[in-house]
C-alpha cells in the first residue's frame, strides 16, 4: 500500500513542475502570438488600398480585428489550460489504471474510436456556428459604428429609440448564436 502512495505522491509532484512549465510557457508563448498576429493585422489593414475600404463594411473589419484577438487573449489561452490539464489527468489516469489492471488498454481502442467520431462532429457544428457568429456580428458592429458617426443627425430626426430598438434586435440575434455555441460545446 505504501509502494501505491509514494507512487501517488510522486506523480503529484511531477504534475505541479508540468502545471508551472506550462504557465510560464504559455503566457510567453501567447503574448507573442497576440501581439505578432495584431502588427500583421494593423499592417495588412493600413497597407490596403482605398478601394478595399470602399468594398468592405468596416464593421466587418472591426469584427475580424476583435473576434482574432479575442480568440488570442481570451479563449486560446483557456482552451490551451483546458488541454493541457485534461491531457494529464487523461494520460494519469490510463496509466493508474493500466498499471493496475492492464486488459483494460484493450478497452481503450473502442473507446478512442468513439471519442475520434464524436470530435468530428462536433469540430463540424462548432466551424459552422462560428462562420454564423461572424457573419451575425458584422452588422452589429457597422450599425453601431455609423450610429455613432451619426448621433447627431439621429438626435435632430428624433430617432433615438428607433436606431436603440435596432441596435438591441442586432445584439439578441448575436446573443442567440452564442447560446447555440455554448449548447453546442455542452
Not at 494529464?88 to 490510463?94: A, C, D, E, K, N
Not at 458584422?138 to 441596435?167: K, M, V, W
Not at 448575436?174 to 449548447?183: A, E, K, Q, Y
Request: hydrophobic share 45%; glycine share 4%; with cysteine.
Amino acid at each position: 500500500m505504501s509502494f501505491y502512495l509514494g507512487v501517488y505522491a510522486a506523480w503529484n509532484l511531477v504534475a505541479s513542475l508540468l502545471f508551472l512549465a506550462r504557465d510560464v510557457s504559455l503566457m510567453l508563448v501567447e503574448l507573442a502570438a497576440a501581439s505578432s498576429l495584431h502588427n500583421a493585422m494593423l499592417k495588412s489593414v493600413m497597407g490596403a488600398p482605398v478601394k478595399f475600404f470602399d468594398q468592405t463594411p468596416i464593421g466587418r473589419i472591426l469584427n475580424r480585428f476583435s473576434n482574432d484577438q479575442d480568440s488570442l487573449d481570451l479563449t486560446l489561452p483557456r482552451t490551451l489550460n483546458q488541454l493541457y490539464s485534461c491531457m494529464l489527468r487523461v494520460i494519469g489516469t490510463i496509466a493508474v489504471i493500466s498499471f493496475v489492471s492492464p486488459g483494460f488498454l484493450v478497452a481503450t481502442i473502442p473507446i478512442s474510436w468513439l471519442y475520434y467520431h464524436a470530435k468530428e462532429l462536433y469540430s463540424k457544428t462548432s466551424r459552422e456556428l462560428k462562420r454564423i457568429e461572424s457573419n451575425t456580428k458584422s452588422p452589429l458592429y457597422s450599425h453601431f459604428g455609423e450610429s455613432i458617426t451619426g448621433a447627431s443627425c439621429i438626435r435632430a430626426a428624433s430617432a433615438e429609440q428607433r436606431f436603440r430598438d435596432e441596435n438591441i434586435a442586432r445584439i439578441d440575434r448575436v446573443n442567440g448564436i452564442f447560446s447555440l455555441i455554448n449548447h453546442c460545446n455542452r
